[in-house]
């Protein structure tokens, strides 16, 4: 099924992305702040409004490339939902970006999968009128022991706060997406959803403590800097188009348990690139003891998520 190829494709990429933001975040030359870092992705993410113009090239729409002629004028529910979208994805990278900051990407992106997962399950349930599955107590239990071996190797009590809050906050935000697919076309959702990432973005700017802290971290940013920035957020907004339109062509809860993939990415590319990768942007201890343990505790959220969603 090509939205299958799509979802897997989509969490290489987000597997890079997750590598290349634990660098960014981490290194104090490049763009330390998580708010900051937040603030721009938000941006970037925003912009990917531009694909629309690839729908007027013959051909592309019919593979599934939006196009601006099913673009309609919005309701307020879509505008309401399109702007909670925005806020709850940037809360979330907030969270997240702090957490790389602290820890391994390996180490807190499966919690924060496992975490959005369970919320999204649950909060399907509630407003979407998701059925539960036969094996959603069996499914439950495997992704909390994961998450719990996860968390054991986490330094601080704080960076387990950060991917939880995260995770609930990404949940957040893909029932809003969902919602709001459901309530209008993808092509129209999309659309207004990033025009509300800009606009919500740009409005940060209007609170003076936060203009200044973007301001300040910006003029210390490298050009070379900027470019990493823009290429890992070039990877992401590919990654999240993938993912979105795999969810409207396939089954959403397919689509949901393939993220379990990953994880499994972040560790191959680590193990296979380790040498050429910045330090900061990977886990240095390769201890067959920590070798062991993190695959014990990716297989065992693989094996929930599948559980979960199938």
């Not at 969490?11 to 992305?17: E, S």
């Not at 634990?22 to 104090?28: L, P, Q, R």
Request: net charge neutral.
């Amino acid at each position: 099924m090509s939205w299958i190829l799509l979802a897997t494709v989509g969490q290489f990429l987000n597997a890079i992305v997750a590598i290349f933001d634990k660098y960014i975040v981490s290194d104090e030359k490049v763009l330390p702040r998580p708010f900051v870092y937040a603030f721009y992705s938000c941006l970037i993410t925003g912009f990917w409004i531009v694909i629309y113009v690839a729908g007027f090239i013959p051909g592309l729409a019919d593979l599934g490339v939006p196009t601006l002629r099913n673009v309609e004028r919005p309701s307020i529910e879509v505008v309401a939902m399109s702007f909670l979208a925005a806020y709850t994805f940037f809360i979330a990278l907030v969270s997240m970006f702090d957490a790389l900051k602290r820890a391994d990407a390996t180490n807190a992106m499966p919690i924060i999968g496992s975490v959005s997962a369970l919320s999204s399950f649950g909060l399907s349930y509630l407003f979407l009128d998701a059925t539960l599955s036969e094996n959603f107590i069996f499914g439950v239990v495997l992704l909390s022991v994961g998450t719990l071996l996860v968390a054991q190797t986490l330094p601080k009590k704080s960076v387990i706060l950060n991917v939880a809050h995260s995770g609930l906050f990404f949940a957040l935000h893909y029932i809003t997406m969902k919602a709001l697919f459901l309530d209008t076309s993808f092509d129209n959702g999309f659309f207004w959803s990033r025009v509300a990432f800009v606009l919500f973005t740009l409005s940060l700017l209007l609170v003076p403590a936060y203009y200044q802290k973007i301001r300040e971290q910006t003029s210390e940013t490298s050009k070379k800097a900027g470019g990493i920035v823009l290429l890992a957020k070039v990877f992401a907004g590919v990654a999240a188009f993938m993912l979105l339109k795999a969810t409207d062509m396939g089954d959403v809860s397919v689509v949901q348990a393939l993220g379990g993939l990953q994880y499994v990415f972040i560790i191959i590319i680590t193990i296979l690139f380790a040498h050429w990768l910045p330090e900061s942007a990977t886990d240095r201890d390769m201890r067959p003891k920590v070798f062991f343990r993190k695959i014990l505790y990716v297989v065992v959220i693989l094996v929930g998520f599948f559980v979960l969603f199938t």
